[in-house]
């Protein structure tokens, strides 16, 4: 079974950096392409950021140059690396995997995780 | 950047009710367009792929159509559970940008 395990939220002034964590089990992980998605209070959903099978990243332009998106394939763990956050970026963050090329979606989302950038 | 606009926004609809919930794309997408469902609070949970591709497990009530720029979701006899909110999102390059989503209410 798959399985996403989002952690790392938390509440963060704005400037400041956090990490946020995704434990992935029950497939490929180190060959599979992960991408982070976020959802504003209220709103509706945005993706950040992607992480291609053969590592290559990729960026929404409102993160680009503030995130790094990463992977550890020795513990099945995909990072986002936000620094310099802003009170926009408050939002659940959730990871997301796929897409392969029979499959072009996210099939599998963790739960989420909360960051708040407040002062 | 791909814009993709959803309509409607909102819709009321009773148990029962078929359902059409539209996605527009700002340029050609072949067929790399997907659907989802999210209920508050819980994450979204894919239900169609590649335009009209069912995801396994999902009921055969929900079915997608169209290629190109002109999508649809249908939903053919409504029950209580997938009273929800519909996103719509295009895999046919970065950034892989959603529809600003369609609440589904009862009425």
């Known amino acids: 079974e798959v399985r996403l395990v989002d952690s790392g939220g938390a509440l963060i002034q704005p400037g400041g950096s956090l990490r946020l964590s995704c434990v992935a089990s029950?497939?490929?992980?180190?060959?599979?392409?992960m991408s982070w998605v976020r959802q504003a209070p209220g709103k509706g959903l945005e993706w950040v950021s992607a992480?291609?099978?053969?590592?290559?990243?990729y960026f929404a332009d409102s993160v680009r140059g503030r995130f790094a998106i990463s992977r550890d394939k020795s513990s099945n763990t995909l990072y986002l690396q936000m620094s310099s956050l802003r009170v926009e970026d408050t939002a659940v963050y959730f990871c997301?995997?796929?897409?392969?090329?029979?499959?072009?979606?996210?099939?599998?989302w963790g739960q989420g995780t909360l960051v708040t950038v407040a002062s | 950047d791909i814009q993709l606009t959803q309509s409607p926004s909102f819709l009321s609809a009773s148990v029962g009710d078929r359902v059409t919930i539209t996605c527009r794309a700002s340029?050609?997408?072949?067929?790399?367009l997907a659907w989802y469902q999210q209920i508050p609070g819980k994450a979204p949970k894919l239900l169609i792929f590649?335009?009209?591709t069912l995801q396994s497990g999902v009921p055969s009530r929900f079915s997608g159509s169209g290629s190109g720029s002109d999508f649809s979701l249908t939903i053919s006899g409504l029950q209580p559970e997938d009273f929800a909110t519909y996103y719509c999102?295009?895999?046919?390059?970065?950034?892989?940008?959603f529809g600003r989503g369609t609440k589904v209410e009862i009425k």
């Open positions: 590649s335009a009209s």
């Open positions: 340029q050609d997408l072949r067929h790399f």
């Open positions: 997301a995997k796929g897409p392969i090329i029979t499959l072009p979606a996210f099939d599998s």
């Open positions: 029950g497939f490929a992980f180190d060959t599979s392409a």
């Open positions: 992480i291609s099978a053969s590592d290559s990243t």
């Open positions: 999102q295009q895999f046919y390059n970065f950034p892989y940008t």
